[in-house]
């Protein structure tokens, strides 16, 4: 298949509350629609996080426009990005994760697109290693909101849940904890995302006071990436890195160009920080698919979990992720991909507990959303 078009669409979806931890309440963002020559289409989306992402929507935009002036005439294949754009590894995380969410989603949609798996086009193009994703539900706000939360959906059937965590006092915290433990039960999965508000004596004491609770993990636990050296020597700790990955595991690093991948690449096991259960892969953050999954192959080789997270996108975008949480390496873990309940319209997707791959359809954005097309 030959890529014949792009078109480019700026949206607005507005929210019902706030992403957590920001004042965002609406998603701004970049579809990128791409045309094959048979007919075929797909869609991708841009949508740099405020408060996480390094770009702005600007910068984004006019990133886009210039690559998608450069992949018009060019063959469907995983490195096509290189191929337009050799400088492509100068683009914005959220940039090439667009672009590269409406390829993956072009490739799987497409019966002609003509790839055959164990080429040497490159190493995303992956089949499909489980079709049911499990999925974590989210609960977050005030310890009311957060009850409700859970009991609503433990009558939707979920397993697995995320309680956000470090808004009150540690002292609240581990009585919400156990609180919400007692809602879901012995036979469901409990993990914590403190968004790194402990210092290590709050994170020690939540630890203390929870260790009869089996946590999966807690994710960013702690304001100071250097301390988690000293938190494991002092408790039992199951941690997942999301925003400070590279921060925590290139601490002692010689050189400042090193990455995570290389740090988990050139490791012999990760007796180097014993404590890491997880890594939180947010492609729109981490800078695309392909290096989300170059990241989770590196971490299951040392017995590191990939856990796949939105960065809120819509629906749009929250498919293709659906999709290539299929194809992760690892025992599978609940993908944190419950936050379509943020937007102010519904969606199939919204309310399940967990998913099948292969019922992801290929759609083109909800018309709730407010497109106006730039290219």
């Known amino acids: 298949m030959i890529i014949s078009g792009c078109e480019l669409y700026e949206f607005d979806a507005r929210l019902s509350r706030p992403v957590p931890g920001t004042n965002v309440t609406t998603r701004r963002g970049v579809y990128v629609r791409l045309i094959g020559n048979d007919g075929s289409d797909a869609y991708g989306e841009i949508a740099p996080l405020p408060g996480f992402s390094v770009e702005t929507l600007d910068d984004a935009t006019r990133q886009a426009r210039q690559l998608a002036g450069q992949i018009s005439d060019l063959p469907l294949r995983a490195d096509l990005l290189e191929k337009a754009a050799p400088d492509s590894k100068y683009y914005s995380p959220s940039v090439i994760c667009g672009f590269e969410l409406a390829l993956w989603k072009l490739q799987k949609f497409s019966a002609r697109a003509g790839m055959e798996h164990g080429d040497n086009t490159a190493d995303w193009w992956l089949p499909v290693r489980r079709s049911r994703i499990d999925i974590c539900a989210l609960l977050s706000g005030s310890p009311q909101e957060v009850v409700d939360q859970a009991l609503r959906r433990v009558r939707q059937g979920y397993k697995s849940f995320k309680l956000k965590v470090g808004k009150i006092e540690p002292e609240q ?50 304001r100071n990436p250097k301390g988690y050296h000293r938190l494991a020597a002092a408790v039992s700790v199951s941690v997942a890195l999301d925003e400070s990955t590279n921060e925590v595991l290139c601490d002692a690093a010689s050189s400042n160009d090193i990455t995570a991948n290389d740090v988990l690449r050139n490791a012999r096991s990760a007796e180097n920080f014993p404590w890491l259960r997880a890594l939180i892969l947010k492609p729109m953050i981490r800078g695309g698919l392909r290096k989300s999954m170059s990241l989770a192959h590196d971490a299951c080789r040392l017995g590191i979990e990939p856990v796949i997270s939105s960065s809120f996108e819509t629906r749009t975008g929250l498919e293709g992720l659906l999709l290539f949480a299929g194809s992760l390496p690892g025992n599978g873990l609940a993908a944190g991909l419950d936050t379509l309940h943020y937007f102010r319209y519904e969606s199939e997707i919204e309310h399940r507990p967990f998913l099948h791959v292969e019922t992801v359809e290929n759609r083109p954005p909800p018309t709730t959303v407010s497109l106006n097309r730039i290219l």
């Open 173 to 222: 915290d581990v009585s919400l904890i156990r609180h919400v433990s007692e809602i879901i039960g012995p036979q469901s999965r409990l993990r914590l995302d403190a968004n790194r508000a402990w210092n290590n004596d709050q994170a020690e004491y939540i630890f203390r006071f929870t260790s009869d609770i089996d946590l999966e993990f807690v994710e960013e636990p702690l």
